[in-house]
């Protein structure tokens, strides 16, 4: 363990060091396979071929272990393993597993790289391949970045058609007929004379067997389930209203904990008083926590009532108390002392820029928070040597690790058993309420205790999306974009986020500019700066990260400047594009909305076009005035993932990040007022209700050469495409989110 | 006090203001309405006394009058209410947190007007929310169910 808690805390020095030299590992240490974690306690009758296939005589069980947030990882997971395994969906089970190194992600190294996607230089190939390594190396398991389908992809199908193979094999052997004789389909190995012997009953001899490997992989002709519409996994159980999720856990003599911590981020609690909330009715123990206290009582509502009639002397926040404080902080960070760093410098935007009076403008983005509908919540229990932990998060081992690190004794005796999750949006990346239980679990052991947060508590501790600006100089000639240069300062979410779990990212935060520096366009002049906004409340990787906000600063100003060189929003998008991918979905969106058509008085039409997560998706919004309101009346989409692999979940998600992007940019942010986040509840930021919602149609492409995830991509067109819809309605630019700060919505 | 849920009756002792939310999940153990915010804000809590669809986070036991339903007395898997049979059928669900809530206040709604305009749905679903944005095929479905019902 000591070894990988050192790499660990160099791990995120990637951005730059690794990649200038500073990190290398042994071919041995790449190369080495992790042990697989089914191994441990597999029964004689039960096989497991890899971490991710277990068949017994009673059953097969697919291991799924991304977290299933509600994006549909796990429908995903097993359906790439059940096309190779020649099995059908309602032929498995699946389990989240418990962690393990063996479930490292492949891909998020090519995210963290901080390379453009379209970069294949041998640089940026090499940060890639750099980060891949290390992320193998240390055996990080993690959900997020859109990640599930691209490291998946490959990989599970790989595993699935070894186990076939295997399987295979071990018929071979009973039969004495030869293995390229033999097929596979629903469970079971098909003999020449079509005998049909099933995968449950071959599984212990199989399980003698070397695993099969480097079977190739079938032709996306011979897929059957691949691109396909399925039923998700889930979706009985979601749509009987039976889905049970973390926070609907059972034990045998669970209690139920609320807790109040310093509703100023961060800052410590001075003392409390609990001496009228102690003799509450069902309240069993109060403990006090490090920032705050928990009262555990006999039903959640009893706790929540308790845990209000506790009188708190809070610490002040290390942050600015009100919000003109956190603008002062963004504002005053565009210096070059401040430079994060500069991204992009292409042509001369500086002298093309200079000669001329530049069309210039600002742009703001709020902080604004995750609150996905099932509240944060933990259920633990310690017996003084092992614990038991049931929570629904993104990031297993280091759960386990916080929760040791409480508790004082090693991850490895902390089980963890991964739950559906009720939503995420990033927030259930975060540890605070798992220490906070892992502090109740200390003092009440031998108790199974289930820690709730109330909705207000939720609000008080969300870790926001980044606050920040952007200013940006550009030239237009002859009709046609010449010369951007845009600074972009905001709060570094991924430092903010990293730093409470101990670890640093040294070098510069590519997510302050996302968005921005990979814009898909190809711009003579292009000058790019980062600044980091230091100082300011904490933050936290909100959906889709920092293209949320950077999506709506450059596709703001590109549409200002092209409506300056009296340019088609659309057509002047193309001549820009900077792939053939980008091209085409900038062409198809303007088939799928009939771009440049008439839409009469009152009704109008904007466009906008960002890549994130390696995915470029371009939106028009429809828009029309009703008296002196805004109506958002359709969205169409689309972007280009390489391989879809289930379209009925691509078209929900991209409806869902459609609505999230939206929602948020309309009606949404939060403000601090003496140090603490005044919105409590969803009355004050709700996102998007049914009636303001509009009607979203998608299509998908498929010209990109890798297969990527859609969870994200989807949000951060969304906001300027409805600025610039609402600017072509009626004039007004909105530089500002959230919108309705400045006009009224239907 | 006696609760009447999904048909049984069970005895509870607990103060007249618990909401029936928190009497339904930590003392009946009852699981399926879900808390979501404590404040009538996002009905994830939805529940049906005698047929209406009410908020179970606000309202207090005491005050309860009548039958609970909750999603698992509307229908089951064998046997699907048909707002359950359309929400299948258009695979609303992301996270599935808010559904049963929808799903409930759907029923609701279709019980006394099975054909309803746009407009209509909006209104009668929109106490509800959903933070994943399913409303376009929570539309779709609420559509669906109407038909089917209709048809009945």
Same mark, same amino acid.
């Given at each position: ?9 160099? +791990? ?114 090499? *940060? ?8 193998? #190396? ?33 018929? +071979? ?62 979706? $009985? ?55 705050? *206290? ?35 902080? !963004? ?18 935007? #500086? ?39 049931? &929570?629904?998060?993104? $990031? ?7 929760? +040791? ?19 995420? =949006? ?18 009440? /052991? ?12 939720? =609000? ?113 998008? $193309? ?43 371009? /939106? ?9 309101? %805004? ?7 689309? +972007?280009?993932?390489?391989?879809? !692999? ?101 | 006090?006696?609760?009447? %849920? ?24 009852? &699981? ?93 679903? /929109? ?26």
């Amino acid at each position: 363990m000591g070894k990988l808690k050192t790499i660990t805390r160099r +791990a995120f020095l990637v951005g730059t060091a690794a990649v200038a030299g500073g990190v290398t590992f042994g071919t041995y240490m790449v190369n080495k396979p992790h042990d697989n974690p089914l191994a441990d306690d597999l029964a004689d009758t039960e096989a497991s071929f890899n971490p991710w296939v277990k068949i017994s005589k009673d059953g097969i069980t697919l291991i799924t272990p991304h977290a299933d947030i509600g994006q549909g990882a796990k429908h995903v997971q097993a359906l790439l393993l059940a096309e190779e395994l020649d099995v059908n969906l309602d032929q498995i089970k699946t389990d989240f597993g418990t962690p393990s190194p063996a479930y490292w992600n492949t891909a998020m190294g090519n995210e963290g790289a901080p390379f453009l996607s379209t970069d294949e230089s041998i640089g940026a190939t090499a *940060a890639r391949s750099m980060m891949t390594a290390l992320i193998k #190396v240390l055996g990080m398991q993690i959900t997020g970045g859109s990640s599930t389908v691209p490291d998946s992809f490959d990989k599970l199908r790989q595993a699935a058609a070894s186990a076939r193979e295997t399987l295979k094999l071990a018929a +071979a052997n009973r039969t004495g007929i030869e293995v390229d004789k033999l097929r596979t389909e629903n469970a079971q190995v098909i003999l020449p004379d079509g005998t049909a012997m099933s995968y449950t009953d071959l599984a212990a001899e199989a399980a003698s067997f070397e695993p099969v490997q480097n079977v190739n992989l079938r032709n996306p002709d011979q897929w059957r389930l691949i691109g396909k519409p399925t039923e998700r996994l889930d979706t $009985i159980a979601k749509s009987t209203g039976r889905a049970q999720f973390g926070i609907d856990l059972k034990l045998p003599g669970l209690v139920y904990a609320a807790v109040k911590t310093n509703p100023r981020q961060g800052a410590p609690m001075n003392s409390f008083n609990a001496d009228s909330a102690k003799s509450m009715r069902g309240v069993k123990q109060i403990v006090p926590l490090s920032n705050g *206290a928990a009262v555990v009582a006999d039903n959640t509502w009893r706790a929540f009532q308790a845990v209000n009639q506790i009188e708190f002397d809070w610490a002040e926040a290390d942050y600015p108390a009100n919000m003109d404080g956190h603008w002062e902080l !963004v504002e005053s960070s565009f210096q070059e002392s401040r430079l994060d760093k500069l991204w992009r410098d292409e042509g001369d935007a #500086v002298t093309a820029l200079a000669d001329t009076a530049p069309i210039t403008a600002s742009y703001k983005a709020p902080y604004v928070a995750h609150q996905p509908l099932e509240p944060l919540n933990v259920t633990i229990q310690f017996d003084g040597k092992t614990a038991e932990v049931w &929570t629904g998060h993104q $990031i297993p081992q280091m759960v386990q690790q916080q929760v +040791a690190n409480v508790l004082g004794i090693e991850p490895t005796a902390v089980a963890f058993h991964n739950q559906m999750s009720g939503g995420s =949006f990033g927030h259930r990346l975060e540890f605070e309420h798992i220490k906070q239980a892992a502090e109740i679990a200390l003092e009440l /052991q031998n108790t199974p205790i289930k820690l709730t947060y109330s909705r207000e508590e939720d =609000f008080a501790h969300d870790f926001p999306r980044q606050i920040g600006m952007a200013r940006a100089q550009g030239k237009v000639s002859n009709g046609h974009i010449e010369a951007i240069d845009i600074q972009v300062a905001t709060a570094s979410s991924s430092r903010s986020q990293m730093g409470r779990s101990g670890m640093a990212l040294a070098g510069p935060d590519s997510q302050i500019v996302a968005g921005v520096w990979n814009l898909p366009y190809n711009i003579e002049h292009l000058r790019v700066r980062g600044y980091a906004v230091e100082g300011v409340a904490p933050t936290s990787s909100w959906r889709s990260v920092g293209a949320s906000s950077g999506g709506f600063f450059i596709e703001s100003f590109i549409d200002e400047l092209i409506h300056a060189a009296e340019a088609d929003p659309l057509a002047e998008r $193309i001549r820009l594009a900077n792939t053939s991918v980008t091209r085409q979905v900038l062409e198809a969106v303007g088939e799928l909305s009939n771009w440049g058509s008439e839409m009469g008085a009152n009704r109008a039409r904007g466009i906008a076009c960002v890549e994130s997560f390696g995915v470029t998706c371009a /939106q028009v919004v429809e828009v029309s005035l009703q008296g002196d309101k %805004v109506k958002i009346d359709r969205v169409y989409v689309v +972007a280009d993932v390489g391989q879809i !692999v289930d379209p009925v979940n691509f078209e929900n998600q991209v409806q869902g990040g459609v609505v999230w992007g939206l929602g948020h940019a309309m009606n949404c942010e939060i403000t601090y007022q003496d140090g603490m986040a005044q919105q409590s509840n969803f009355h004050m930021h709700t996102g998007i209700r049914i009636q303001q919602c509009p009607e979203i149609i998608v299509k998908g492409l498929e010209n990109a050469q890798q297969v990527k995830g859609i969870g994200e991509p989807p949000v951060p067109p969304a906001a300027p495409a409805l600025a610039n819809a609402i600017f072509a309605l009626t004039g007004q630019r909105l530089r500002e989110m959230p919108f309705n700060k400045s006009i009224s919505f239907v | 006090m006696k609760l009447t %849920v999904d048909g049984q009756t069970h005895e509870i002792d607990v103060e007249p203001n618990m909401p029936l939310l928190w009497a339904l999940r930590d003392e009946i153990g009852l &699981t399926d309405p879900k808390f979501g915010c404590g404040m009538a804000q996002c009905g994830a809590c939805t529940v049906h006394i005698d047929g209406n669809a009410v908020k179970s986070c606000v309202m207090p036991v005491s005050a309860v009058q009548g039958e609970v339903t909750t999603i698992q007395g509307l229908g089951d898997a064998d046997a699907l209410h048909a707002v359950q049979q359309a929400w299948l059928d258009h695979q609303v669900a992301q996270c599935g947190y808010c559904q049963a809530g929808q799903m409930m206040a759907a029923a609701s709604f279709l019980a006394k007007n099975n054909n309803p305009s746009e407009e209509e749905i909006d209104a009668a679903m /929109q106490s509800n929310l959903c933070r994943c944005g399913t409303y376009p095929r929570i539309r779709q479905a609420v559509k669906s169910a109407a038909s089917a019902m209709r048809e009945a």
